[in-house]
């Protein structure tokens, strides 16, 4: 994942942009009225939001893990946003045997949802931890329990957080320059909208590849015959075409905002079944938000981004 975005020069840019949100963090004053050594200030918590489109929580959590990363060069540590996002089962265990402790531990804003799995030991407990949890965990344990080794099971699920307070993300959009930021409601004559929200459903996913296939779809989603699936011929906006695989994988990447990409709509009813997708996906792909004309008509659905580096 640390191509993240390789050909696409927007995404550089955030890459970039993202290393100098980092840089000025680390350079930034303590405030004194903060409770712990580590508690962001709110003007930098605020810049994250409106530059990535995070949450204020994700923002101060990010903030703060990075800060308090203790030093072992003279080079400061770094999290891409790709790091960031991956998604692993965390075996509970040791110093990390409870959700609670986790939450503790990684400074999360709720107790990680948790699932049962398998091990070399039997049965175990996992929970749900992404890259900053994960950094953070590994943090502590360098300082609090240097012998412990956690277990970290790679999630793979083609990611999928869609900011309900801005653009981020959405095919073909920059979220990082200003004329996509989210602005004060104040100085706007409507409420903006700001897409397909993440817990939504039903919901419209424009497929372009494999998955643009009743009977695959019939399969994948283990529908009955009766429950066919229906197909609607689609086209999206702002974005591109390429393949990766040596040309055996489809790859759906940021294009320029007036190019268009045909394929297909289906509406995915629950979150039961987009999971399905997101697993078929695997994390290769993100879940992205993007505007679909279908049948004369543009309405706000999802698709899935590529994520890696192109042929």
Not at 47 to 76: C, H, N, V
Request: aromatic share 10%; glycine share 6%; proline share 6%.
């Amino acid at each position: 994942m640390n191509a993240f975005f390789v050909a696409q020069t927007t995404m550089d840019l955030f890459d970039e942009l993202e290393n100098l949100a980092l840089s000025a963090t680390y350079e930034a004053p303590e405030d004194e009225s903060s409770t712990t050594p580590h508690d962001p200030d709110h003007a930098t918590i605020k810049m994250w939001q409106d530059r990535f489109g995070y949450t204020y929580d994700e923002a101060a959590a990010l903030i703060s893990i990075t800060k308090s990363t203790p030093m072992t060069s003279a080079q400061q540590p770094m999290i891409t946003p790709a790091q960031a996002r991956t998604i692993y089962l965390l075996k509970l265990d040791g110093p990390l045997s409870t959700p609670s402790k986790v939450k503790e531990i990684a400074n999360l804003p709720a107790i990680p949802e948790c699932h049962l799995g398998s091990s070399d030991d039997g049965s175990s407990m996992f929970c749900k931890v992404d890259g900053r949890a994960k950094l953070a965990i590994e943090n502590w344990l360098s300082v609090h329990n240097k012998d412990f080794r956690p277990l970290f099971v790679p999630f793979g699920r083609a990611y999928k957080e869609l900011s309900s307070t801005s653009l981020y993300p959405t095919l073909g959009i920059d979220t990082t320059l200003p004329q996509f930021r989210p602005q004060d409601l104040q100085f706007l004559d409507h409420a903006h909208s700001f897409g397909q929200k993440k817990d939504q459903f039903p919901v419209w996913y424009f497929f372009y590849g494999t998955l643009a296939s009743a009977p695959k779809l019939c399969s994948l989603l283990s529908l009955p015959d009766e429950e066919a699936p229906v197909l609607l011929k689609a086209s999206v906006k702002g974005g591109k075409m390429e393949t990766w695989g040596n040309g055996k994988y489809n790859a759906l990447i940021n294009g320029s905002e007036d190019s268009r990409i045909d394929g297909w709509v289906y509406m995915v009813i629950s979150e039961e079944y987009e999971d399905a997708l997101r697993k078929y996906e695997t994390e290769a792909y993100e879940v992205v938000k993007c505007e679909i004309e279908m049948e004369g008509k543009n309405v706000q659905g999802c698709t899935s981004r590529f994520t890696g580096a192109v042929d």
